[in-house]
């Protein structure tokens, strides 16, 4: 790929100057900039990218739209948007929701102000990467003061039979005062033997005293090696709720920030992950406490079958001025399988005196006494063992605030049992 066929393709986008010098400036850091740090993760040989920028022409596969409901929704498969529900009444308050070029047409500024602020194009190898070859595109924007009782739902659909690189963009801008709750699935489709690439940037600006509840599933193929990353930046008291299920069959490495600038902000991550077959994934999740009397605690828990590999990597880190701040992190693995390999990384990094952190971290199997209480009671073995998990990941999955969603995750989980 050269700078003429990335300025071909923004031009053929008729993206602003500003996105085009953005891309080309990427392009030109890629070489320089070192990979993300996921600890314990050797994933510096697999192919997160072959370096073309391409769309889907057509789509062998597409999602049945009789399933929908009737709530604000966005559907893209591949690069393409294929459709999209938004109620009058939210229209009228000013809230958009629809494909990342048609946002450009309606809130230009708000778009260039906000877009890669909660995360760098030149942080490192991959950002870089993602800036300079993006093919697809998201936005929600809520203005100040507006708050949605409906829940907002994005469905990001990956078509197994195409190769093009699902190299998305997702920009959230909660205004100040905004309240919102935020549904998003990443998910293949369909039939196919295509080899594929992921990477995904979603960014989300909580302004002052906005209130967020993001929860998301992640259900990529074994067909897509994948990189993800979420970064949320706060303002003044707002606050961020994730619940996030890392449900992919494919080699994965993800990354979950959350960034306290804001005084008084608040940030609770909770991430439940299940690893199957021969898949890697490992899981960053850092909240940096800028703010004075900021909040951030993380709550990991996973499950491993089979030969898999899981990594939970915890980072607190409170900087100098945070006063008053708390960091918080517990990461626990259960291992269902000799085989499996798994780590759970606890890291506090403390620059600041009067604050409260702590860490929490463990591995193991399922406790025997809790099997022995439930098959004395009448149920079998596999019964037994899959009430024991989930209660155990029941911390995160009780957090999703949709009961469609929150059903999808039981079965998906139970899914991944039954197949082991």
Same mark, same amino acid.
């Given at each position: 790929?050269?700078?003429?066929?990335?300025?071909?393709?923004s031009?053929?986008?008729?993206?602003?100057?500003?996105?085009?010098?953005?891309r080309?400036? @990427?392009?030109?850091?890629?070489?320089?900039?070192?990979?993300p740090?996921?600890?314990?993760?050797?994933?510096?040989?697999?192919?997160?990218?072959?370096?073309?920028?391409?769309?889907? +022409?057509?789509?062998?596969?597409?999602?049945?739209?009789?399933?929908?409901?009737?709530?604000?929704?966005?559907?893209?498969?591949?690069? +393409?948007?294929?459709?999209e529900?938004?109620p009058?009444?939210?229209?009228?308050?000013?809230?958009?929701?629809?494909?990342?070029?048609?946002?450009?047409?309606?809130?230009?500024?708000?778009?260039?102000?906000?877009?890669?602020?909660?995360?760098?194009?030149?942080e490192?190898?991959l950002?870089?990467?993602?800036?300079?070859?993006f093919?697809s595109?998201?936005?929600l924007?809520?203005?100040?003061?507006?708050?949605?009782d409906?829940?907002?739902?994005a469905l990001?659909? +990956?078509?197994?039979?195409s190769?093009?690189?699902?190299?998305?963009?997702?920009?959230?801008?909660?205004?100040?005062n905004?309240?919102?709750?935020?549904?998003?699935?990443?998910?293949?489709?369909?039939?196919?033997?295509?080899?594929?690439?992921?990477?995904?940037?979603?960014e989300?600006?909580?302004?002052?005293?906005s209130?967020?509840?993001?929860?998301?599933?992640?259900?990529?193929?074994?067909?897509?090696?994948t990189?993800?990353?979420?970064? @949320?930046?706060?303002?003044?008291?707002?606050?961020?709720?994730?619940?996030?299920?890392v449900?992919?069959?494919?080699?994965?490495?993800?990354?979950?920030?959350?960034?306290?600038?804001?005084?008084?902000?608040?940030?609770?991550?909770?991430?439940?992950?299940?690893?199957?077959?021969?898949?890697v994934?490992?899981?960053?999740?850092?909240?940096?406490?800028?703010?004075?009397?900021?909040?951030?605690?993380?709550?990991?828990?996973g499950?491993?079958?089979?030969?898999?590999?899981?990594?939970?990597n915890?980072?607190?880190?409170?900087?100098?001025?945070?006063?008053?701040a708390?960091?918080?992190?517990?990461?626990?693995?259960?291992?269902?399988?000799?085989?499996?390999?798994?780590?759970?990384?606890?890291i506090?990094l403390i620059?600041?005196?009067?604050?409260?952190?702590?860490?929490?971290?463990?591995?193991?199997?399922?406790?025997?006494?809790?099997?022995?209480?439930?098959?004395?009671?009448?149920?079998?073995?596999?019964t @037994?063992e899959?009430?024991?998990?989930?209660?155990f990941?029941?911390?995160?999955?009780?957090e999703?605030?949709v009961k469609?969603?929150?059903?999808?995750?039981i079965?998906?989980?139970?899914?991944?049992?039954?197949?082991?």
């Amino acid at each position: 790929m050269t700078k003429e066929a990335i300025l071909n393709f923004s031009l053929s986008k008729a993206e602003p100057i500003w996105l085009q010098d953005s891309r080309l400036a @990427a392009f030109n850091s890629i070489k320089h900039l070192d990979l993300p740090e996921i600890n314990r993760v050797k994933f510096h040989r697999w192919n997160l990218g072959d370096g073309t920028l391409s769309e889907d +022409q057509a789509m062998a596969n597409v999602p049945d739209f009789t399933a929908l409901g009737d709530n604000p929704k966005l559907v893209q498969v591949g690069t +393409q948007t294929v459709f999209e529900q938004l109620p009058t009444h939210l229209i009228d308050q000013g809230v958009i929701f629809t494909d990342f070029y048609a946002a450009l047409e309606e809130i230009p500024d708000i778009i260039e102000k906000y877009f890669c602020k909660a995360r760098g194009a030149k942080e490192d190898k991959l950002a870089a990467y993602h800036m300079a070859y993006f093919n697809s595109a998201a936005v929600l924007y809520v203005p100040d003061n507006v708050e949605i009782d409906e829940p907002i739902e994005a469905l990001f659909y +990956q078509d197994k039979a195409s190769a093009v690189p699902f190299n998305k963009h997702v920009l959230i801008i909660a205004g100040r005062n905004s309240r919102v709750n935020y549904l998003e699935h990443f998910e293949t489709i369909g039939e196919g033997d295509a080899k594929a690439t992921a990477n995904i940037g979603v960014e989300l600006i909580a302004l002052d005293g906005s209130q967020v509840k993001y929860s998301a599933i992640d259900r990529l193929g074994d067909n897509v090696t994948t990189y993800i990353s979420r970064r @949320a930046r706060h303002g003044k008291d707002a606050s961020v709720d994730w619940a996030l299920g890392v449900m992919n069959e494919g080699n994965v490495i993800a990354d979950f920030d959350s960034d306290l600038y804001g005084d008084g902000s608040h940030a609770n991550l909770k991430v439940v992950a299940a690893s199957s077959g021969r898949q890697v994934q490992g899981v960053d999740t850092r909240v940096t406490n800028y703010g004075c009397n900021s909040i951030g605690h993380i709550l990991q828990h996973g499950v491993i079958l089979e030969r898999a590999t899981l990594t939970f990597n915890g980072i607190g880190h409170i900087v100098h001025g945070a006063k008053g701040a708390d960091a918080q992190q517990e990461s626990r693995v259960l291992m269902l399988s000799d085989k499996a390999r798994s780590d759970a990384n606890p890291i506090l990094l403390i620059d600041e005196n009067d604050v409260t952190a702590g860490h929490a971290a463990s591995i193991g199997q399922v406790d025997p006494e809790d099997m022995y209480y439930l098959m004395s009671r009448g149920l079998d073995k596999d019964t @037994a063992e899959r009430l024991v998990i989930r209660g155990f990941l029941g911390a995160v999955i009780t957090e999703i605030p949709v009961k469609e969603v929150h059903d999808e995750m039981i079965d998906v989980l139970d899914k991944k049992l039954e197949n082991r």
